[in-house]
């Protein structure tokens, strides 16, 4: 028996362990028929899954909102082609169990917008163009 003092979230603990002399054949792990057609049936499941819509055009020019955290969109208050003034509320992104509001820093109009409720948006991603 060997001795060995192990130390886990600040609590020290004695931990004996037995050496145990020998000849062991490694082990081959065995893939039941089950198995198998569990892990085909779920790799069909993943090609079956529908692709991402491909991003929408971007305009040139114009102002882009690009997203200042990650999170989640839970508010989109534009649309393409809305006239908007400077201060208005676009979108409301939701980070760290915070609502943050995200507004127009220029007057102008919609040109694009790149994003929708429910959608995860990392940093500097783009939500909208106002031209």
Do not use: C, H, W
Not at 98 to 126: R, Y
């Amino acid at each position: 028996m060997k001795k060995y003092y192990v130390t886990v979230n600040g609590n020290r603990y004695e931990v004996e362990v037995e050496e145990v002399m020998g000849n062991f054949e490694p082990v081959q792990p065995q893939i039941t028929e089950s198995k198998a057609l569990k892990t085909e049936v779920k790799q069909q499941e993943i090609k079956k899954e529908t692709p991402k819509a491909a991003p929408k055009a971007v305009p040139e020019g114009g102002t882009k909102i690009n997203a200042p955290m990650p999170g989640t969109i839970v508010g989109v208050n534009i649309k393409e082609g809305d006239k908007i003034n400077k201060g208005d509320l676009l979108f409301v992104l939701e980070a760290m169990k915070m609502e943050n509001e995200i507004v127009s820093p220029v007057d102008g109009t919609v040109v694009s917008v790149q994003v929708s409720k429910g959608q995860s948006v990392n940093t500097e991603d783009l939500m909208a163009v106002i031209e």
